[in-house]
């Protein structure tokens, strides 16, 4: 399972780091590239950044590029994502998912083309609510 935290109220232009943590892999934990999404009320689901298995590549949705951080622990099979100068259109609940089953995402090729479709992932975490005050 995958279980997200580290949420919260913060201000604009204020930082969060949000942590997903991962248990009950029958394949060791470095196997699975992670992906971050968001869900905002009345939105789509949107893709927000991934790592791959390694944590050699990621990815990033333009609208966070150079304000959010992905990066990983495979030891502790841990996923985080530090956000920084938050905005309110920030405001979402922050889900961390993989793909367990279709190894979509090990080819690299299909990680950077296919990473933020939310039909990729297979499991999902239970989110956690991140709300960014003007």
């Known amino acids: 399972q995958l279980v997200e935290s580290g949420g919260g109220l913060v201000q604009s232009g204020g930082s969060l780091r949000l942590s997903c943590a991962a248990s009950g892999f029958t394949v060791g934990f470095g196997s699975y590239a992670i992906g971050w999404f968001r869900q905002a009320p009345g939105k789509e689901r949107e893709g927000v950044s991934v790592?791959?298995?390694?944590?050699?590549?990621?990815y990033y949705a333009d609208s966070v590029k150079g304000r959010f951080t992905i990066s990983r622990d495979n030891a502790k099979s841990m996923v985080y994502l530090q956000m920084n100068n938050l905005k309110p259109e920030d405001t979402a609940v922050y889900y961390c998912?993989?793909?367990?089953?279709?190894?979509?995402?090990?080819?690299?090729?299909?990680?950077?083309?296919?990473?933020?479709?939310?039909?990729?992932?297979?499991?999902w975490g239970q989110g956690t609510q991140v709300t960014v005050s003007s």
């Open positions: 790592i791959s298995r390694s944590g050699s590549s990621t």
């Open positions: 998912a993989t793909d367990l089953s279709s190894g979509t995402l090990i080819d690299p090729i299909t990680l950077a083309s296919m990473w933020s479709s939310a039909t990729v992932y297979d499991l």
